[in-house]
C-alpha cells in the first residue's frame, strides 16, 4: 500500500537529512547520501496504478504542500487581505493580492495547519460563510481591476457545523458560483489536494 511506501521514503529522507547536516558531513558522506538518495527515487517511482484509497491517502497526507508552500514559491510581492468587511475573519481561506511572473494577479486558496493549534484555526480547511464572503471579496475587486484569479482547492468541504448554517453557509457558496461564473477576469484553479463539497 501506498502508505507502507511514503513511510519507507520518509525515513530515507531522514537519514539524509542526518547525514548532510553540516558541509563537511555533506562532503564526506555524499557517496551514501547519493545512494540513499536513488533509493528513495525508486522506491517513490513504484506509486503507479494508484488504488482509489491511496489516492484518497495522498490527497489528504499532512505533507503535501500547503497554499503558503505555493504562494512562497509562485509569486511575489504577496499582500495578504483579510475579512469578509461584514462579519468576521476566516483562516480556512487565504488570499490576497500577488505577481506571478510581474503580473498582477489574485491568489485565493483553503488554508490547512501543519500543527493541531494551526489547524484548529484554520478550521481544518473547512470554509466558514466568512470565508466565502472573503472569497468573493476579493474576486470582485480582482474583477475591478482586471487582475487574473488563482485558486488552489484543498478542502474536505464546507464547514457543516450551526454556526455555519445560521450565518448562510449555502447562501454564501451559490453566490460565489454566481458570482464566478459571470467573472470577465481568468480564473484558474489548481486541485493540491482534497477538492471535496464547498
Known sequence: ??????????????????????EAELEANADEIRGLDQERTQLLSQCTNLSAADRVYLARHPKRPHITDFIDHLFTDFFEQKGDHLYDEDASIYGGIARYKGMP????????????????????????????????????????????????????GAYPGMEAEEHGQGE????????????????????????NSG
Open 1 to 22: 500500500m501506498i502508505k507502507d511506501i511514503i513511510e519507507e521514503a520518509e525515513k530515507l529522507e531522514d537519514q539524509i537529512q542526518k547525514l548532510s547536516t553540516t
Open 105 to 156: 494577479v489574485t491568489v485565493l486558496g483553503h488554508r490547512k495547519g501543519r500543527t493541531m493549534e494551526e489547524n484548529m484555526k484554520c478550521n481544518f480547511g473547512m470554509p466558514r460563510p466568512e470565508g466565502y464572503r472573503k472569497a468573493l471579496r476579493l474576486m470582485e475587486q480582482a474583477e475591478k481591476f482586471g487582475r487574473p484569479i488563482i485558486t488552489f482547492i484543498d478542502t474536505p
Open 172 to 195: 454564501a457558496i451559490a453566490r460565489n458560483l454566481a458570482a464566478m461564473s459571470s467573472l470577465h477576469v481568468p480564473v484558474i484553479a489548481i486541485v493540491t489536494g482534497e477538492g
